[in-house]
């Protein structure tokens, strides 16, 4: 079963505004973590943001915010201020407790139009 | 400072070649992985080490695929009798102890794009 659903295949936004990006996630632990990654067309796997499912606050990193609802169990990235640099691919990616490998989704790509 | 290294980044080779891809982890880092991502998706688990041992293969796809990390440092993964399907973008990432809890995060290389004609 897929464990990370992203159902955004492509997006477009306009600089300067903010975009949402949608994870959503399948599991029965109670202890995990989630990640949001970004791959530019240059290929590399860049970190963004984590989110502990423990975590009372929404996990922010500068321009990142996680939309975090644990009950609907979705972990929505949220990019503010778009800047063309922030076009590429988002990869949301979940750590299950006492696992050590990241589950993946398939990934949303972004392309902010000038 | 350095962050994963993983050479060569770029391998193209001929169908029954033996290759090999290396990683360098962020040093310190006492974890490491090994993902395949195929064009257009996620990442794929392929296996861990936590320092020199090898703790789940589980993802390698056959037994033509094998990796080792004998020092606990860098790491060398190999894939004997290579096959078309075998091409993907192979991509390492370290982090500094999985036991730290969830929020160990994982960081990672620019990976190698293996073509196999």
């Known amino acids: 079963a897929q464990k990370i659903t992203q159902t955004q295949p492509g997006m477009f936004v306009q600089e300067k505004e903010a975009v949402t990006l949608d994870c959503t996630y399948d599991?029965?632990?109670?202890?995990?973590?989630l990640f949001w990654y970004k791959q530019p067309s240059s290929g590399e796997m860049i970190f963004l943001i984590y989110?502990?499912?423990?975590?009372?606050q929404n996990a922010t990193e500068g321009r990142y915010s996680l939309n975090f609802q644990k009950a609907r169990k979705s972990a929505n990235l949220v990019i503010s201020a778009s800047q063309l640099g922030d076009s590429a691919m988002y990869f949301c990616?979940?750590?299950?407790?006492?696992?050590?490998?990241?589950?993946f989704g398939a990934g949303t790509t972004v392309t902010v139009r000038a | 400072g350095a962050g994963v290294s993983q050479s060569p980044r770029y391998k193209v080779t001929k169908r029954g070649q033996d290759v090999a891809l290396r990683c360098d982890p962020i040093?310190?880092?006492?974890?490491l992985y090994w993902y395949r991502q195929a064009l257009g998706q996620g990442p794929e688990f392929l296996t861990y080490f936590n320092y020199e041992a090898q703790q789940d293969k589980s993802g390698l796809p056959n037994d033509r695929f094998s990796a080792e990390r004998p020092e606990g440092s860098i790491s060398t993964l190999t894939i004997q009798r290579t096959e078309q399907r075998d091409s993907a973008m192979y991509r390492c990432?370290?982090?500094?102890?999985?036991?730290?809890?969830?929020?160990?995060?994982?960081?990672f290389g620019p990976g190698t794009r293996l073509t196999v004609l």
């Open positions: 599991t029965s632990d109670q202890s995990y973590g």
């Open positions: 990432a370290s982090s500094l102890e999985y036991l730290a809890g969830n929020s160990d995060t994982q960081y």
């Open positions: 990616a979940m750590r299950e407790v006492n696992d050590y490998k990241l589950s």
């Open positions: 040093s310190g880092h006492v974890s």
């Open positions: 989110q502990g499912s423990y975590d009372e």
